[in-house]
């Protein structure tokens, strides 16, 4: 009998092709990996995506359609009102246009009229003889005029503390109306005098020393007496000695307020400028302007420091040959 060698079954060769065949099935398996169309298959095909694309591209340029309507909707509305305003200010200027040039005709039409009685008038002015006179009820004739000036707080600006730039005015009109002024002089209604350095005599009226003189007092920082006596009493005494036979003296009272004693201060005054018995005039003529500061200003009955002035001023210059203004405003 032959003697035969066992099988075995799992020998050396066995194992070798087992592993062979093992690690060919696995590099199989890892090469077909990836060869799909996007590698990995996911839940959404490509089909699918290429729709969503198409869509989100139709939506974005229906929204950029709807933008660009809204823009030039907004647009649209905010020119059409802003056609609408300057329409209407179109017109409006239209109409004044019109206005303007309805009243230039009617003017130019008037004005060969005018013009002819324009002509008259220069005319007839010029066929009469006439002279410069002073406002009626001045003395005319006065060669050296004192002015007595109330500076109260209440002939002052409570803006700025200087006086009413309408005392000044009046007494640049009253000057102007003089025409034959020579001297002057500036005293406050306490008795001081206005100008530094220029007391107890008169001033040369020049045109360059009364714009200097009215400068200062429109500034003039004291405060006097709503009562004119001592001013009135000052000038007399001081400058009336200066005066000579040919020359003739005016005081001017400028204020808007009395607050002394009437009978006291017309029988002063008849005592320091008394009337020449063989001529019947006085040495110095008194005036008065009176502003209107106060509440109802010159109101009859009215127990007022306005009314009380134009009083006891009224009969200062009946008595004593001067005129009393009362100016409508200061």
Request: hydrophobic share 40%.
């Amino acid at each position: 009998m032959i003697k035969r060698r066992p099988i075995e079954v799992f020998s050396l060769s066995f194992l070798d092709c087992l592993c062979c065949g093992f690690g060919a099935i696995l590099l199989l398996f890892i090469l077909s990996i990836g060869s799909g169309p996007h590698g990995v298959e996911s839940e959404v095909d490509v089909p699918t995506l290429k729709s969503l694309q198409a869509e989100l591209a139709a939506l974005e340029a229906d929204v950029a359609n709807k933008s660009a309507q809204l823009e030039a909707a907004i647009n649209s509305e905010q020119t059409s009102e802003e056609r609408a305003r300057i329409q209407s200010i179109i017109q409006e200027l239209e109409t004044k246009l019109a206005d303007l040039k309805q009243e230039y005709d009617s003017r130019q039409a008037n004005l060969s009229t005018g013009q002819q009685a324009a002509a008259e008038a220069k005319r007839l002015l010029q066929s009469f003889k006439h002279e410069n006179l002073p406002p009626i009820g001045l003395p005319a004739d006065a060669t050296h005029v004192a002015f007595i000036i109330d500076t109260s707080g209440s002939m002052r600006n409570q803006m700025t503390g200087q006086l009413h730039y309408g005392v000044i005015e009046q007494i640049r009109e009253l000057l102007d109306s003089l025409p034959e002024v020579r001297s002057i002089q500036f005293l406050d209604t306490s008795g001081n005098y206005m100008l530094s350095g220029r007391a107890g005599y008169w001033l040369p009226d020049t045109p360059g020393l009364r714009q200097q003189a009215l400068r200062q007092i429109l500034s003039y920082p004291i405060g006097s007496d709503s009562d004119p006596t001592r001013g009135l009493r000052r000038s007399i005494s001081d400058l009336k000695p200066g005066l000579t036979q040919m020359d003739t003296m005016s005081l001017y009272v400028i204020g808007d307020d009395y607050r002394g004693s009437t009978q006291s201060l017309l029988i002063n005054l008849d005592r320091l400028n008394p009337r020449n018995l063989s001529t019947g005039k006085r040495p110095v003529s008194i005036s008065a302007v009176g502003f209107p500061t106060l509440i109802n200003p010159f109101q009859i009955g009215a127990p007022q420091g306005n009314t009380r002035f134009a009083n006891v001023m009224r009969e200062i210059a009946e008595a004593h040959d001067g005129v009393l203004i009362l100016k409508p405003s200061i």
